[in-house]
C-alpha cells in the first residue's frame, strides 16, 4: 500500500511553460515536505509545510498544504532546465515517526 | 562537517552472501533512517531508529536487519542476498520526527547478480 501518491509520474515541458505536480494520500500528515533529488545524490530539502492551507513560496516553486491535511501540490511558474529532476513529497503521518515518501515525479524542462 | 556519511558507495553481491551498509552521523540526531530507492521510484522505508537501542520495521522490512547501538552509527544488515535487493541504499537522519530536516547520505548503490 503507498500512502502517498503522486501525479504525474513523468513530466516533460518547454523552458517557460508552467506546471503543477500533485501528491495525494488517504490519510492525514501532521507536515508535509518536498524534495528535490538529482541523479546520484540524495534527495534535498525544499520545503515543510505543517498547517493544513498553508501555501509557501521558494522563488518559482509555491508548494500548498490541503485544508484537510491530506494532499499538497506543487506548482512552478516559467520552468527552467534547472528545475529538470525527481520530486518527491514525504509526509510524516500523525502520530507516526516515521517519514514516508511518495511514489515521485520526474521533470524534464527542455531548453 | 560530515553530516551523513554511507559507506560502500558501490558494492556488487552474488546471490546468497550477507553484507553490512554502514551509516554514521556526526549531527548527534536521534533519529536515523534507512531507504531503498528503485530506478525513477520513491523511497520506501526500510527500517528507523529513533535513538540508540530503539528501532522499528518501515515498509519492506523483509530481507533485512538493523541495530542502534549508538547514536552516531545505524548499520544496515542484508543476509541472504536476492537479486529484488539489487537497489539504492539511502541512510539518513533528523533532529525529531516531525517537521525538521532530513539529511540523507549520498547513497549505497547495490547490485545483486
Known amino acids: 500500500t503507498q500512502l502517498l501518491e503522486q501525479s504525474p509520474q513523468f513530466l516533460s515541458i518547454q523552458e517557460g511553460e508552467n506546471l503543477t505536480v500533485y501528491c495525494n494520500s488517504s490519510s492525514v500528515f501532521s507536515s508535509l515536505q518536498w524534495y528535490r533529488q538529482e541523479p546520484g545524490e540524495g534527495p534535498v530539502l525544499l520545503v515543510t509545510v505543517v498547517t493544513g492551507g498553508e501555501v509557501k513560496k521558494l522563488k518559482r516553486l509555491t508548494f500548498q498544504f490541503g485544508d484537510a491535511r491530506k494532499d499538497s501540490s506543487l506548482h512552478i511558474t516559467a520552468a527552467q532546465p534547472g528545475d529538470t529532476g525527481l520530486y518527491l513529497c514525504?509526509?510524516?503521518?500523525?502520530?507516526?515517526?516515521?517519514?514516508?515518501f511518495g511514489t515521485g515525479t520526474r521533470l524534464t524542462v527542455i531548453p | 562537517n560530515a553530516g551523513v556519511t554511507q559507506t560502500p558507495k558501490f558494492r556488487i553481491l552474488k546471490i546468497g552472501q550477507s553484507m553490512t551498509l554502514q551509516c554514521a552521523q556526526d549531527m548527534n540526531h536521534n533519529y536515523m533512517y534507512w531507504y531503498r530507492q528503485d530506478p525513477g521510484m520513491g523511497l520506501k522505508l526500510i527500517y528507523y531508529s529513533v535513538g540508540a537501542g530503539i528501532t522499528d520495521k518501515g515498509e519492506v522490512p523483509n530481507g533485512y536487519n538493523v541495530s542502534r547501538s549508538t547514536t552516531e552509527d545505524f548499520p544496515l544488515r542484508l543476509e541472504l542476498a536476492a537479486p529484488s535487493q539489487t537497489s539504492v541504499y539511502f541512510c539518513a537522519s533528523n533532529d525529531w520526527g516531525s517537521g525538521n530536516t532530513i539529511y540523507f547520505g549520498e547513497g549505497s548503490w547495490l547490485t545483486v547478480v
Open positions: 514525504a509526509g510524516y503521518e500523525t502520530g507516526a515517526n516515521n517519514l514516508f
